[in-house]
C-alpha cells in the first residue's frame, strides 16, 4: 500500500490550469487534481459521470438550464452525456474522480485537451 | 444534475459511528461518508480497491507490516484483498469511495458490519 496523499502538498507541484494530474488509483478510477482559472469548453462524457470535489476555492459548472456554483467542501456529480462548462473566476483547487481514460475536453476536444496519465 | 453536496454539512446529519452514509453515486461507485471513533475489525475486500479521504481529523489504518496515518486531506487507497484495521483515537470523519454493494466489514463480518445503501 502506498503512502498517503497530502491533496494540498500535491497541488503545489504544478502551477498550470486545465490540465489534471493523477495522484491516485483504485480500480479503473482516477483521482486528479486540477486547478482551474477562467473559463473551459463547453463538453460532455458521453461514456461516464464525472466527480468535481472543491478542495480549495470556488468553481462554477454552467449547464444549459441552470449554473451550480461549488464551494470548498462541496462535491457534484455531472451525470454522462450532460453539456456543462466549468469555470473559476480565481484560482480553484480541485479534485476529480472519473474512470482511466476520459479526456478533460470530453466531446469538445480543442485546444483545452489536456495530456492523459500525467502523475505527480 | 444534483445539487452539490456539502460535506460538513452531511456529517451533521448522523452520529453513529462506523456506519456509512452514501451522499453520492457515479457510475457504479459511491461516495459514503462515516464517523470513526475507536477500533474497526481487520478485514479486506477481495474484490476492489478502496479509497479513505479524510475530511476532519484522523485516523490509522493498521496493515500486517505497518500502520499508516492519515490526517485532514490526505487521502490513501488499500489496494483489494489487503488486511486492514482502520481506527481513530478521537472522532475523525472520512469521506470513503468504492463500488456500490461493499460490505463494510468485507471478509470479516461481525457485529460492526452497517446496513449498506443508507442515503443521506
Not at 463538453?43 to 470535489?53: A, L, P, S
Not at 454522462?80 to 472519473?98: D, Y
Not at 478533460?104 to 502523475?119: L, R, Y
Request: net charge negative; charged share 25%.
Amino acid at each position: 500500500m502506498n503512502d498517503p496523499i497530502n491533496l494540498l502538498s500535491k497541488f503545489d507541484l504544478f502551477s498550470d490550469h486545465w490540465s489534471p494530474k493523477v495522484v491516485a488509483e483504485m480500480n479503473d478510477y482516477q483521482f486528479k487534481l486540477v486547478k482551474l482559472k477562467g473559463s473551459f469548453v463547453r463538453h460532455n462524457h458521453t461514456e461516464t459521470d464525472e466527480v468535481f470535489i472543491v478542495i480549495e476555492g470556488s468553481m462554477g459548472i454552467e449547464l444549459s438550464d441552470k449554473t451550480v456554483e461549488l464551494n470548498e467542501g462541496e462535491m457534484a456529480v455531472v451525470p454522462r452525456g450532460r453539456l456543462h462548462r466549468p469555470f473559476a473566476t480565481e484560482e480553484c483547487k480541485v479534485l476529480l474522480v472519473e474512470p482511466r481514460g476520459v479526456v478533460n475536453t470530453g466531446s469538445a476536444g480543442g485546444e483545452q485537451t489536456a495530456v492523459n496519465d500525467v502523475w505527480i
